[in-house]
């Protein structure tokens, strides 16, 4: 699982210089007997303008993890995103705390 979080890790959220783990958009991951890597996550705004490619972009990094075999990313709304979701380090970089 800390190599799928790596690599979610790695694709940054277009509007806000952070990447999407730790702005709190990833609320499940599991990977089954057969590879297969579920993320359900959210959008920051539910009208985001790169929904689709955000999606892409996560389905792409996590399928690159050795032991996934496919990727299946579920945009969800509810709960809605606020920024109580957010790390503590995401909080510090955007000035929050």
């Given at each position: 699982?800390?190599?799928i979080v790596?690599?979610?890790r790695?694709?940054?959220?277009?509007e806000i210089p952070v990447?999407i783990y730790?702005l709190?958009?990833i609320?499940?991951?599991t990977?089954?007997?057969?590879?297969i890597?579920?993320?359900?996550?959210?959008?920051t705004?539910?009208?985001?303008?790169v929904?689709?490619e955000?999606v892409?972009?996560?389905?792409?990094?996590v399928n690159?993890?050795?032991?996934?075999?496919?990727?299946?990313v579920r945009?969800?709304?509810?709960?809605p995103?606020?920024q109580?979701?957010?790390?503590?380090?995401a909080?510090?970089?955007?000035?929050?705390m």
């Open positions: 699982m800390e190599e790596a690599a979610i790695t694709v940054l959220d277009p990447n730790d709190g958009l609320y499940d991951i990977v089954n007997e057969l590879g890597a579920e993320i359900e996550m959210t959008l705004a539910p009208g985001c303008p929904a689709g955000i892409g972009w996560v389905q792409k990094a690159d993890v050795a032991g996934v075999d496919a990727v299946v945009l969800v709304f509810e709960p995103w606020d109580s979701k957010m790390s503590e380090e909080k510090l970089e955007l000035g929050f």
